[in-house]
């Protein structure tokens, strides 16, 4: 089974600033990486496929990066609605695994 | 509109079986595969299994194999997700997903005595 780890666990930044999430898997993964936006309460919701597409409707201050092992979700401009937790996920191989999760926070 | 529901919330015994729905809307049901995750309180995401809803194909997690059974209605635009013999580690948020873009609100399953 592919491990996901993501980084930080907490990341607390101001409005405006950047706000850098990482994530890392055990083994390559090619491009086969989604990351979900998820709000208290909510579903998750597709931010990023493809490792670097963005879904319908996403604001442009999303992007991803990355492919094999290691990819990377920025938001540019940190705004208020933003804070959620972020989660990576890859869909290489079977079965499909998760990151633990990186929590953004307004500063 | 574009959108899986699920049933709602269960509260079930240990050793017990719960079946939870997930209706597809706006969309053609036989086009895409279903995905079951759940959620337990602060634990990461968890992927359960998947159904190939045309074909009736499914692939399991190994962790939840022999206790999970994945299944579609296709003239109902509806899957369902059974786990039996529930235990307190059960308890967990349920959801289901259309390949990877899109989730129902989720089912709140919980285990007590």
């Known amino acids: 089974e592919i491990v996901m780890t993501q980084s930080p666990a907490t990341l607390s930044v101001s409005p405006g600033e950047r706000a850098t999430l990482s994530c890392r898997a055990s083994?390559?993964?090619?491009?086969?990486l989604v990351w979900y936006q998820q709000k208290p309460g909510q579903a998750p919701r597709l931010l990023i496929y493809?490792?670097?597409t963005r879904a319908t409707g996403v604001p442009a201050r999303f992007s991803g990066s990355g492919s094999g092992t290691e990819f990377t979700l920025t938001i540019s401009s940190l705004q208020s609605e933003d804070s959620a937790v972020y989660h990576c996920q890859q869909f290489d191989n079977w079965p499909r695994t998760f990151g633990q999760g990186t929590k953004v926070e307004i500063k | 509109q574009v959108q899986l529901v699920q049933s709602g919330a269960e509260v079930k015994k240990p050793g017990a079986s719960v079946k939870v729905s997930c209706e597809a809307s706006?969309?053609?049901?036989?086009?895409?595969?279903i995905h079951w995750v759940r959620q337990a309180p602060g634990q990461r995401l968890e992927w359960m299994g998947w159904?190939?809803?045309?074909?009736?194909?499914?692939k399991y997690s190994q962790k939840f194999q022999g206790r999970v059974t994945l299944t579609r209605d296709i003239s109902a635009s509806t899957a369902y997700m059974e786990l039996r013999s529930l235990r307190s580690e059960d308890t967990a948020v349920y959801y289901c997903a259309r390949d990877e873009d899109l989730w129902g609100q989720g089912a709140l399953v919980t285990v007590s005595a």
């Open positions: 083994q390559s993964v090619s491009s086969n």
């Open positions: 706006g969309y053609s049901f036989t086009s895409y595969s």
């Open positions: 493809g490792a670097s």
């Open positions: 159904i190939n809803v045309g074909s009736g194909n499914t």
